[in-house]
């Protein structure tokens, strides 16, 4: 085995926290998560129970995020699905589902993308079972929603939106 020293003599601690509590390295955390609105419309049952044709399947998402204090964050997943078919609407499931997120010296160029990417995509697994559990209790056989890749929808609206600004003159936005 290697000789590998003394470690515990090459940690830089001059670059550790700062004394008397103050604590300049970036924190990211999940503080809670909960459901904030949760909508099940069932229209047309029990005639649509008997439907024979599949139905057609929309389903939107939205995201939002909003400072709460200066260091915790809400990101909002809110999450619509439509099941229509030829003889009307199946059920209708709109969700808005929340999580809090302490952040604490980061900076804004990390925290953006952070609060519409990787906080989503934390969020989803769980926005996903409600939205499964919400269709199966209305009568239908659970709707498992497909993995959403939050970090390349972020990155695609970011170029575009980049895309956009340099199309637009100085001075017309």
Not at 56 to 71: L, T, W, Y
Request: one cysteine or more; a negative charge; aromatic letters at 8%.
């Amino acid at each position: 085995m290697a000789d590998e020293g003394n470690i515990i003599s090459n940690l830089n601690l001059e670059d550790g926290p700062v004394p008397n509590g103050a604590d300049t390295s970036p924190a990211i955390g999940l503080i809670s998560q909960y459901v904030k609105d949760l909508s099940v419309e069932n229209p047309n049952a029990p005639e649509s129970y008997q439907w024979a044709e599949a139905p057609d399947m929309a389903v939107d998402f939205n995201i939002s995020a909003r400072a709460i204090q200066p260091e915790i964050h809400e990101i909002e997943l809110k999450i619509n699905v439509t099941s229509k078919g030829a003889q009307g609407t199946a059920f209708i499931v709109e969700l808005a589902y929340c999580g809090l997120i302490g952040m604490r010296n980061v900076p804004d160029d990390q925290a953006h993308p952070f609060l519409f990417a990787e906080g989503p995509r934390i969020l989803f697994p769980f926005a996903r079972r409600i939205i499964a559990d919400a269709v199966r209790d209305a009568g239908y056989p659970p709707l498992m929603l497909e993995p959403i890749d939050f970090n390349g929808l972020y990155m695609q609206q970011l170029a575009q939106a980049q895309a956009t600004a340099e199309a637009t003159p100085a001075g017309e936005a």
